[in-house]
């Protein structure tokens, strides 16, 4: 079992008014095997939390840590979190000219192992994946994000946890802008590397719904950059009820 370890994680970035927090105390354990659904609503650091955790350079921790099975993570480059084990499916994925999904997927692969895979298993890998996401052989030669739809790009980051097999993933509303036939496909993935890796799933979500697909052990809410409710499957039946009002600025009677 391995476990991610995140403690009273404050991050700030850098905008045009100066230094904005934008986490303010965040304490979460994940463990592998285990599912989370991170939930809230809009802009209260959800995006924030996951490029954290992938390292991403625009956000400063100023307090709080950080660990993978104690090693801290804070202090990894964003190759080294990748090789320990961590994943993140972007929110919004980025387009990489001239590098095609192939040559992208094996160049992560041989980075994350150490090795370049063998030829021969390799390419059955990446057969086999395609076809359980329903994606089209033709795929594999095209540049990585350009000119996919929306659930084309979902699907190449679920093709990725596929074949890269990490031991924690982030998924960062991997469910936005998906019909219900690709958030099935998407989330049988997911479900896919929970039973046959024990994935463990930071799952962040702005609606329920992939929650019927894929089922979470527990439920955060995360409001203005703190974790403001914690609890079981139960805690999103909840908020599909009566979303995120309650925990919003209460606003004066007008009467
Ligand atoms: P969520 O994913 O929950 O919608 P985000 O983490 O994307 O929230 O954003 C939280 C807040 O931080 C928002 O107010 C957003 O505008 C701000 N923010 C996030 N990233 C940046 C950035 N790179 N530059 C400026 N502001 C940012
Ligand atoms: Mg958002
Ligand atoms: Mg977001």
Redesign the pocket.
């Known amino acids: 079992m391995s476990v991610l370890e995140i403690r009273d994680l404050h991050v700030t970035?850098e905008?045009d008014e100066g230094t904005?927090p934008?986490l303010n105390g965040v304490t979460l354990t994940i463990r592998t095997g285990e599912t989370h659904a991170i939930m809230?609503p809009?802009?209260?650091?959800?995006?924030?939390l996951a490029y954290t955790i992938a390292g991403h350079p625009?956000y400063t921790v100023t307090q709080g840590s950080i660990t993978f099975d104690g090693e801290d993570v804070l202090a990894m480059t964003v190759d080294e979190r990748a090789r320990a084990g961590l994943f993140l499916a972007m929110?919004y994925p980025v387009e990489i000219p001239g590098v095609t999904v192939t040559n992208f997927l094996r160049t992560a692969k041989t980075a994350i192992d150490g090795e370049a895979p063998s030829i021969r298993t390799w390419t059955k890998d990446v057969k086999s994946a395609m076809k359980n996401l329903r994606m089209d052989s033709k795929f594999a030669a095209r540049n990585v994000n350009e000119g996919f739809s929306g659930g084309e790009k979902k699907r190449h980051e679920i093709l990725q946890l596929e074949l890269l097999k990490p031991r924690i993933a982030v998924l960062d509303e991997t469910d936005s802008g998906l019909d219900v036939d690709a958030l099935k496909i998407v989330s049988e993935g997911v479900n896919r590397a929970k039973e046959e890796t024990g994935l463990g799933v930071l799952l962040i979500t702005h609606y329920t719904r992939i929650l019927k697909y894929i089922k979470p052990d527990h439920v955060h809410v995360?409001v203005n950059g703190r974790v403001a409710e914690e609890g079981g499957p139960e805690l999103a039946d909840r908020l599909e009820s009566e979303g995120y009002d309650r925990f919003l600025e209460p606003v004066a009677d007008a009467d």
């Open positions: 970035v905008t904005t934008i809230g809009n802009g209260s650091g959800k995006s924030t625009k929110q995360l």
